[in-house]
């Protein structure tokens, strides 16, 4: 069966500091995945998708970057983190539409 | 920009009634799903029902989907103090990557 995993579970960065948080899927090969945030009470919001090994879609102009460096592997990066940047992260996975959620990471920006 | 959109956005009921929630969409789809999503937890992929479908059933999930008005419901039926959550729409879009645009969601609470 597939699983994936995201860590960390919870992180409190300081403004200006780098980002990095990484997802990966196991039990599936080439897999479509996702990042998106999500604002307390809110909806998601889609930062990132990649069909592909170094194939990346941006939604959202912003100060978050991600890449896809082995094909279950996907990772998500600023180099300087603002205030507006806190929020809970989710990695997401699919081979058709149907998505399938990792646990989670909530960001703190202080 | 934001595809679906849920109503109501919170709603209260006692365990064993139906609670329903409703979405509206903007743009043409390739299918509509409903996810489940408990407090500081990721989604669970409840229901997909394509654009070619009026109604699917899972358990005690029915789901609808009206194309000419762009609208969805998700009906529980006999909930339960464990179908409190937040429940999302999401609409697949008809471009590469499987993109699915998601609502803002609509929190239940089941009172028991």
């Known amino acids: 069966s597939q699983t994936i995993h995201q860590w960390p579970a919870t992180l409190v960065q300081p403004v200006g500091s780098p980002l990095s948080l990484e997802c990966t899927v196991e039990g599936t090969s080439n897999p479509n995945l996702y990042w998106y945030r999500q604002a307390a009470g809110r909806g998601l919001q889609l930062l990132f998708y990649s069909v592909g090994i170094g194939q990346i879609s941006s939604e959202v102009p912003q100060n978050l970057s991600a890449s896809r460096p082995q094909d279950r592997q996907f990772i998500l990066s600023s180099k300087k983190l603002l205030l507006s940047d806190s929020g809970f992260y989710l990695c997401?996975?699919?081979?058709?539409?149907?998505?399938?959620f990792g646990p989670g990471t909530r960001l703190t920006v202080t | 920009s934001q595809q679906g959109e849920e109503d109501p956005q919170a709603l209260s009921i006692q365990e064993g009634e139906n609670a329903t929630m409703n979405c509206s969409y903007k743009?043409?789809?390739?299918?509509l799903q409903w996810y489940r999503q408990n407090s500081g937890r990721g989604l669970v992929h409840l229901i997909l029902?394509?654009?070619?479908?009026r109604e699917k059933h899972s358990g005690r999930l029915r789901v609808t989907l009206d194309t000419s008005k762009k609208s969805s419901s998700l009906l529980i039926t006999a909930s339960r103090a464990a179908d409190t959550a937040s429940y999302f729409c999401?609409?697949?879009?008809?471009?590469?990557?499987?993109?699915?645009?998601f609502g803002a969601g609509t929190r239940l609470f089941v009172k028991a």
């Open positions: 999401a609409t697949g879009q008809n471009t590469g990557g499987f993109k699915t645009i």
């Open positions: 743009t043409s789809i390739n299918n």
């Open positions: 997401a996975w699919s081979r058709h539409y149907e998505q399938y």
């Open positions: 029902i394509r654009s070619n479908e």
